[in-house]
């Protein structure tokens, strides 16, 4: 494994990968081409086994995984700190050494647009909500009724009334 990560092996490796263009390139026509696509790999895997005797595909599947990831997070870094309008020398400048190698990715990645489990007649915004919806806006408030005092005291007597009118039902109901 540490023969892999050797600058000059890694950098060769690179160059070997950007050149097969059917292993990342979305619009080559073999890219979706399964045999062409092992076969490139296998080619790969007889550079790798220079290196790494007990290599096989997976582990440069997972090799190229692994440098495609780390180039998406450092490319995503130095997008994110132009976006944020920082000045041209505060632009994040990639750590990464082989960053630079890996730039033939760079129009490769882009962010898959996000579906919404939501049905689409909610309404996403309180803007977009409509006054012919039924119901009061989560935004709206709520009118609470006001009690006073008496409509209270009203309320306990009709409670203790209504009691009263229930003993005296159960009471006779008893006695006859």
Excluded at 43 to 49: A, E, G
Excluded at 62 to 74: A, H, N, P, Q, V
Excluded at 82 to 108: C, H, I, T
Excluded at 125 to 150: H, K, N
């Amino acid at each position: 494994m540490k023969q892999f990560k050797e600058p000059d092996f890694m950098g060769q490796f690179i160059d070997k990968y950007r050149d097969m263009g059917n292993l990342w390139e979305v619009i080559n026509p073999l890219y979706r081409n399964k045999p062409a696509r092992k076969a490139s790999l296998e080619k790969l895997l007889q550079f790798v086994k220079t290196q790494v005797p007990d290599a096989d595909i997976e582990f440069v599947d997972k090799k190229i995984g692994s440098l495609r990831s780390t180039y998406r997070k450092e490319l995503y870094k130095v997008q994110a700190s132009m976006r944020s309008g920082a000045a041209a020398k505060d632009v994040y400048v990639p750590s990464l050494w082989y960053y630079n190698s890996m730039q033939f990715l760079e129009d490769q990645i882009e962010a898959r647009e996000s579906l919404s489990t939501l049905p689409s007649t909610f309404p996403s915004t309180p803007a977009e909500a409509s006054e012919d919806q039924p119901g009061p806006s989560i935004l709206e408030e709520v009118e609470e009724p006001s009690w006073s005092q008496e409509d209270l005291s009203q309320n306990k007597a009709l409670e203790c009334g209504s009691q009263e009118e229930a003993g005296v039902s159960v009471t006779q109901e008893e006695a006859g």
